[in-house]
């Protein structure tokens, strides 16, 4: 079984620079999440789909974040503009549902903003 | 708001001593919790979870995790560590109250096994 795919794997931009990462989730789950993970810290939740519907965006900046999942399957991730403090790991996740299933991770996309 | 705590950034442990990497959280409801582990330049990997029934949860590589209700707590062990164990261990929470069923992970804790 083919796991979750992130692209790209490292990206660079400088500061108000826009940025986009592409995830496709494992074939059949439904649900898909976007996490933003800060060095030394513990993955945090930015989005989270449902098939193409969002279930939960409370911990997106949304003036700058931008999240979109087309047909319910591949999912897209922009920030526009960047700013310093996005450096960190893009990291998306998937599940056959909600609640209790357990997430699949992808590899992440480490993201330097200069 | 749930909540998870890893009260220690860094465990050391001697290979073939046992090890535990703490963890309690904060939940409205019946909690689902969940272990991961994150090598280095890689995506977290599911370890076990705990959704119901048996407090004592097993999982993956030999890792195993005891649900403690009253003291809201789901600590991860192992009899034996290997230093092949050495990475960043997450424990995350999802509530099952309130709909939506956020996860949330704690900040994380280094596990280094001595050879």
């Known amino acids: 079984e083919a796991g979750v795919a992130q692209s790209p794997r490292y990206k660079i931009i400088e500061k108000r620079q826009s940025v986009a990462f592409w995830c496709n989730p494992i074939?059949?789950?439904?649900?898909l999440y976007w996490y933003q993970q800060i060095l030394g810290q513990g993955p945090k939740l930015l989005i989270q789909?449902?098939?193409?519907?969002?279930?939960?965006d409370s911990q997106l900046p949304k003036d700058r974040f931008s999240a979109e999942r087309l047909k319910g399957v591949d999912s897209t991730l922009k920030i526009q503009p960047a700013k310093l403090e996005d450096s960190a790991v893009y990291l998306c996740?998937?599940?056959?549902?909600?609640?209790?299933?357990?997430?699949?991770f992808g590899p992440g996309t480490r993201l330097t903003v200069l | 708001a749930q909540s998870v705590a890893q009260p220690e950034d860094q465990v050391n442990v001697a290979e073939g001593n046992p090890l535990t990497v703490k963890c309690t959280y904060s939940?409205?409801?019946?909690?689902?919790l969940f272990w991961y582990v994150q090598y280095p330049n890689r995506g977290l990997q599911f370890l076990l979870k705990?959704?119901?029934?048996?407090?004592l949860v097993k999982g993956s590589y030999g890792f195993e995790a005891e649900f403690n209700k009253s003291q809201t707590s789901f600590h991860l062990k192992k009899p034996s560590a290997l230093v092949s164990d050495s990475a960043l261990y997450f424990c995350?929470?999802?509530?099952?109250?309130?709909?939506?069923?956020?996860?949330?992970f704690g900040r994380g804790t280094s596990l280094i096994v001595h050879p």
């Open positions: 996740a998937s599940s056959l549902g909600l609640e209790a299933d357990t997430q699949y």
């Open positions: 074939s059949g789950h439904a649900t």
């Open positions: 789909f449902q098939n193409n519907g969002v279930v939960d």
């Open positions: 939940v409205s409801g019946n909690p689902y």
């Open positions: 705990y959704i119901t029934g048996d407090n």
């Open positions: 995350a929470v999802r509530g099952s109250s309130g709909g939506s069923y956020i996860p949330t």
